[in-house]
């Protein structure tokens, strides 16, 4: 059996595994894979401590007697555990009835792509919003306008990738609470309030 890493047309072989139970005989890439492969039997690679250079197109190719060969593909994807997203008020805006905010969630340290979902169960569907947070970006920006009311409601913003999800929540009317109206001479006016 040979187990080989690469895409098709320049994949390198690794080692090469007898059907006696010899040790495998390596190849080539011992610096990269020697300390982190272990081959419990023919038929089988474990590799420990998996990185996400270690993506990508591993093969391998057993020959049998009488001339049969056979080619067998795996592609593996290695994702890095998501950094636990946080909300931040970008900007704030209350009226006498009406909170305006502007929520970003943050996801500061990814170096993949991040679905990125608000949600709250109790909110009209126009503010379930998902997205796609590329490599170097990290915030997903969300505009709400609330009746105080209602303030009391929560968001939770949601970061993923294929194996793994982190979560962060706030309460909208902790935030709102921040920019109460100011009185003026018995009128009530527009507090503007940012919050960095």
């Known amino acids: 059996m040979v187990w080989g890493f690469g895409p098709?047309?320049?994949?390198?072989?690794?080692?090469?595994?007898?059907?006696?139970?010899?040790?495998?005989?390596?190849?080539?890439?011992?610096?990269?894979?020697?300390?982190?492969?272990?081959?419990?039997?023919?038929?089988?690679?474990?590799?420990?401590?998996?990185?996400?250079?270690?993506?990508?197109?591993?093969r391998a190719r057993?020959?049998?007697?009488?001339?049969?060969?056979?080619?067998?593909?795996f592609q593996l994807t290695v994702n890095e555990p998501v950094p636990l997203p946080q909300i931040l008020a970008k900007s704030l805006s209350?009226?006498?009835d009406w909170c305006n905010i502007t929520l970003e969630c943050r996801?500061?340290?990814a170096s993949e792509?991040?679905?990125?979902?608000?949600?709250?169960?109790?909110?009209?569907?126009?503010?379930?919003?998902?997205?796609t947070l590329g490599q170097g970006l990290s915030t997903w920006?969300?505009?709400?306008?609330?009746p105080l009311d209602q303030a009391n409601t929560s968001l939770t913003c949601n970061a993923s990738n294929q194996?793994?999800?982190?979560?962060?929540?706030?309460?909208?009317?902790?935030?709102?609470?921040q920019g109460r109206p100011l009185t003026t001479s018995g009128r009530k006016e527009t507090c503007h309030y940012c919050l960095q």
């Open 62 to 73: 057993g020959s049998f007697s009488g001339g049969r060969e056979f080619t067998q593909v």
């Open 141 to 146: 920006s969300l505009a709400v306008r609330l």
């Open 107 to 109: 996801a500061v340290g």
């Open 8 to 58: 098709e047309t320049t994949y390198r072989v690794l080692l090469r595994v007898g059907s006696g139970g010899d040790r495998p005989t390596w190849v080539s890439l011992q610096d990269k894979y020697r300390h982190r492969v272990r081959v419990p039997n023919m038929r089988s690679l474990l590799i420990a401590n998996l990185t996400r250079e270690d993506s990508g197109q591993y």
């Open 163 to 177: 194996v793994d999800l982190k979560t962060a929540t706030t309460t909208l009317g902790d935030v709102c609470a």
């Open 113 to 131: 792509d991040l679905n990125v979902t608000w949600w709250h169960s109790d909110l009209p569907r126009k503010w379930q919003q998902t997205g």
């Open 94 to 96: 209350v009226t006498a």
